[in-house]
């Protein structure tokens, strides 16, 4: 021990999973629906997480003032507040099946 902080990336981990968020490109609407079926034939792809998978999520407190995310996966939809909102999130054994399958 060096005494230095360890972070997340610094433990081996066997099989990891990696993760591609889909963000909006509009600034204001509602997603009416999400065909995910050619995304989730990429190979790879373990999940692809949306607001019609996730049911209602905790909502998060960020500090005033404390700079908080602007986006979060609090968001997921179906309504739409700001162009770059986080509306999926998709789950694969490698980045660049995820990032393929967004």
């Keep these: ?7 997340g ?3 081996v981990v066997s099989n990891p999973a990696y993760a591609f968020l889909v963000t909006s490109s509009i600034a204001k609407g ?4 999400m065909d995910l079926r050619a995304a989730k034939a990429v ?10 998978n ?4 905790k909502d998060i ?3 005033r003032g404390g700079g908080g995310p602007i986006s979060s996966i609090q968001g997921f939809g179906p ?4 162009g ?8 694969a054994d490698t980045f660049e099946a995820a990032r393929e399958a967004m």
């Design 1 to 7: 021990m060096t005494g230095e902080a360890r972070y």
């Design 9 to 11: 990336s610094d433990f």
């Design 30 to 33: 509602r997603i009416e629906s």
């Design 43 to 52: 190979p790879g792809v373990l999940e692809i997480f949306n607001y019609e």
């Design 54 to 57: 996730t049911g209602e999520l």
């Design 61 to 63: 407190k960020y500090a």
């Design 79 to 82: 309504r739409i507040d700001y």
């Design 84 to 91: 770059g909102q986080i509306v999926a999130l998709v789950v």
